[in-house]
């Protein structure tokens, strides 16, 4: 969320071209076509680069500090963030108004697509405000452009709203949203852009946290997942290391088992890959589990685990595969050797821990607790699934969380982008009744190496706590 500040009262100097006649030494009136003549001219556009150095929204000392996510301009001054936009580093100082003053105007990335956007904040009487065209009045939900869709006469809405991307155009000096899928232009007008304080965003935020906090505010569907599935392939690497094939409704689903030396069965640990990540990326965690006495299976989903393939554009569509994917793992365990499936954990990252905290409610009685990595839980705070014939459930994770009595432990690096606010799962941790959040300091998103390794010992130890 974006978050502006109230700042003194600055304004950067305006571009004027003046010229002026005048005639010494007579007190007469000038004549008409000697009058002085003043003209704003557009503001010069500046890409807001390394080799900048003026002044930003009335801020004279200011730096752009990377996050993971997103970049934030700092005030040196007084260290605040006066604006923050999605880095692409596309940040200009322009006058899509056209008044003379100039706005930052930030080409941000944004949605699946990783299309581009356009957020603007202006300097007015001393305060700085913000405008997002694809938020519209809805600030803190998906960006359906409400305004934008009404005065176009256009049906957007949350199902299709990444069939467009609103993005500055620097030639033109004006801000144009297209339709993906026909390339049609409109051009969003000043009047077209909705502008918030800092106040009013915040008294949004704290609205929406406050109903968050509480699950009675809403309930969330339980989706409908059918499938078929078949015996899996097993082939012998070695007595501690199998290569499997599940299948779900005909199709393959690549993974691997790895085992604790001696005699089973042993408990086992089900890992969730994180979105466009083969299972090959996690094969360290599930050695590292395997280690401490755990089966590990691990697997990747179905045409979301190739880190160059295309981007999804629906995070819906993404979860109901991947659901399905991981309950038809979750069938075929007892098939597998070694493997206790009276004593079954799932483990997800990232997406797949979105994948896996939904699985752990659905089937908690299947299950004896979660592990959740950096889950991206804020996805399913409202996510609309639909079906081929039309209809369409939603899935709400809080009030699922808050019926949930799974054990569950949750892992946050501190150089991700929830690790810059450490406040990121408070309210889910207040949902769980058996919930628990261990911050890892120096950690990034994928808790790679010796920051893996510390997750995978201290899961252990949890899971061994749960089990005293």
């Known amino acids: 969320m974006k978050k502006t500040l109230m700042l003194p009262a600055a304004i950067i100097a305006m571009c004027l071209v003046m010229t002026s006649c005048s005639q010494a030494g007579t007190s007469a009136s000038l004549p008409e076509e000697s009058v002085t003549e003043t003209t704003i001219e557009p503001f010069e556009t500046i890409l807001i680069t390394e080799d900048y150095d003026g002044p930003i929204l009335g801020v004279e000392n200011w730096h752009i500090e990377k996050t993971a996510y997103w970049d934030d301009f700092i005030n040196d001054d007084t260290g605040e963030v006066f604006a923050e936009c999605i880095g692409t580093h596309e940040y200009y100082l322009a006058d899509p108004n056209n008044d003379g003053q100039p706005e930052l105007v930030c080409n941000e990335k944004w949605g699946l697509k990783w299309n581009y956007h356009a957020c603007i904040y202006k300097l007015e009487d001393g305060v700085i405000s913000h405008a997002d065209i694809s938020l519209g009045s809805d600030v803190l939900g998906p960006g359906i452009y409400p305004e934008f869709a009404e005065i176009y006469g256009l049906d957007i809405n949350s199902q299709n709203f990444l069939d467009y991307q609103d993005i500055y155009d620097l030639e033109r000096n004006i801000i144009i949203v297209t339709d993906l899928k026909t390339g049609t232009e409109y051009e969003a007008l000043w009047d077209y852009l909705v502008w918030y304080t ?271």
């Open 198 to 468: 800092d106040e009013e965003i915040n008294a949004m935020i704290e609205a929406e946290e406050n109903a968050s906090h509480d699950p009675a505010n809403y309930s969330s569907d339980i989706i409908d997942i059918t499938y078929s599935a078949a015996e899996p392939v097993i082939t012998d690497i070695s007595d501690t290391e199998k290569e499997i094939t599940f299948f779900r409704d005909g199709m393959e689903i690549e993974g691997k088992l790895y085992l604790p030396e001696g005699e089973g069965p042993f408990p086992v640990i089900v890992l969730c890959c994180g979105l466009m990540q083969p299972y090959s990326d996690y094969e360290a965690d599930a050695k590292g589990f395997a280690d401490n006495g755990y089966a590990a299976v691990l697997f990747s989903f179905i045409g979301y685990s190739d880190p160059d393939g295309e981007q999804p554009t629906d995070n819906g569509e993404v979860f109901l595969s991947e659901t399905t994917d991981l309950y038809a793992v979750m069938d075929s365990l007892d098939l597998l050797p070694g493997v206790d499936t009276s004593n079954v954990y799932l483990w997800g990252h990232s997406f797949g821990g979105l994948v896996a905290a939904y699985a752990g409610c659905d089937r908690e009685s299947d299950l004896k607790g979660m592990i959740l990595v950096e889950p991206t839980i804020v996805a399913g705070e409202k996510l609309d699934v639909r079906y081929e014939d039309g209809t369409c459930k939603t899935i709400r994770m809080y009030p699922l969380l808050f019926d949930c009595d799974l054990n569950t432990v949750i892992y946050m690096g501190t150089h991700d982008g929830f690790g810059d606010d450490p406040t990121s799962f408070d309210h889910v941790i207040t949902l769980l009744r058996y919930g628990e959040l261990v911050i890892v300091d120096g950690s990034d998103h994928f808790f790679a190496g010796e920051y893996g390794e510390k997750m995978v010992e201290d899961a252990c130890e949890k899971i061994a706590s749960w089990n005293e």
